[in-house]
């Protein structure tokens, strides 16, 4: 059953009416949105970890301890 449902998904007949494509549209624009929010997420800890190694490394420029 769970391998007929793509076959199903891909008939034209589906998507054919204007809802049928508006769905298509909501769906498509949830999935972006989903994995825009986890790599925005990712993204924000990232940016903050180099924020404090930089900061570090600024400190330890300013007491003439630098480690580059």
Known sequence: MLTELPAVLLQP???ASPLGRILLALIGIAVVL???R????????IVTIAAVIVGLLLLLSMFGL???
């Open 13 to 15: 007949g589906i998507f």
């Open 34 to 36: 989903i994995i825009g």
């Open 38 to 45: 986890f790599l925005l997420s990712l993204a924000w800890k």
């Open 66 to 68: 630098s480690p580059v």
